[in-house]
């Protein structure tokens, strides 16, 4: 009954489960880099979609990866850095853009938001199974597009049935496909730890 009570315990993402206790501060920072880091990295695997400004990218899985694994408050900090590194003129938004204000900018501020839900749903055992793991996917992509299709009808002038059309439609399933890579990754990662443990 105790071999995977210490990985399991509620309130407990999977980056809490690293090894040290001494070096807190050093690891949070060094996830929060990494997590942005990642974002980046997976910004660059980018598809242009015929009739939309914004590409299919490992961008959205990345930052939702990133919160789920890290926690609300390294997740939001990890796409805060990755945002304000981005803004700053670091070419790692999606296909190697930058800066504020372009049609897309506004999924990497739901990013942001959604990053920080998932990291707290997480806490809370969101990540432990397949439905649950489910659930928190869809939730996390509901925000993004919450935020990002509203900014890019604004930021191009489009209607909100035509933003709908090139920003939310042709990515849903991509999304379905990123929810099912997150569906068997973290609840799996729990059970190989929760083995370890």
């Known amino acids: 009954m105790s071999t995977a009570a210490a990985p399991a315990r509620t309130g407990a993402v999977l980056a809490d489960l690293l090894p040290a206790a001494r070096h ?13 880091a990642l974002t980046g990295i997976a910004a660059q695997i980018a598809v242009p979609v015929p009739g939309s400004p914004v590409p299919v990218t490992g961008q959205t899985f990345a930052a939702l990866l990133v919160g789920t694994a890290l926690g609300a408050r390294r997740g939001f900090l990890s796409l805060a850095v990755y945002a304000l590194v981005g803004m700053a003129g670091m070419p790692w938004f999606s296909a190697g853009s ?59 002038g489009m209607s909100a049935s035509a933003a709908i059309a090139a920003g939310l439609t042709p990515f849903l399933l991509g999304d379905a496909l990123k929810a099912a890579l997150a569906m068997g990754a973290l609840p799996a990662s729990w059970k190989l730890l929760g083995r370890r443990g």
Do not use: Q
Request: hydrophobic content about 50%; proline content about 1%; aromatic content about 6%.
């Open 98 to 156: 930058s800066g504020a204000g372009g049609a897309s900018f506004g999924y990497v501020l739901g990013m942001l938001l959604a990053a920080t839900v998932v990291g707290g749903i997480a806490r809370r055992g969101g990540d432990r199974s397949v439905l649950r793991t489910a659930g928190t996917m869809v939730l996390g992509s509901a925000i993004i597009y919450a935020v990002g299709v509203p900014y890019l009808a604004l930021s191009t």
């Open 24 to 36: 807190r501060y050093a690891v949070d920072t060094a996830l929060v880099l990494g997590g942005a």
